[in-house]
């Protein structure tokens, strides 16, 4: 992302409304588009599902994490979905 996202509230979005592109969107900037030229797009309905992930097991791509004793949390201001 470029910067710290658990420093501020950040508006995430993803864009799936047609079967070629999903985009990512942080704070209205596109950050990455799949097209399927990776492998195949999912072709299955999505869910919107939220979480408090330390990313254990990936340190390389978010560097170590380190438990800092007290209880962790996530704070969401508001969660909403558009059918195209």
Do not use: C
């Amino acid at each position: 992302l470029g910067f710290d996202a658990s420093a501020g509230y950040h508006d995430y979005a993803i864009e799936w409304w047609n079967q070629g592109t999903i985009n990512w969107f942080v704070d209205g900037r596109l950050v990455h588009q799949e097209n399927g030229s990776r492998g195949p797009l999912p072709t299955r309905p999505m869910r919107i599902m939220t979480n408090l992930w330390p990313g254990i097991g990936v340190d390389d791509w978010l560097g170590r994490f380190t438990y800092p004793g007290t209880p962790l949390t996530a704070r969401y201001d508001w969660i909403t979905y558009t059918k195209y």
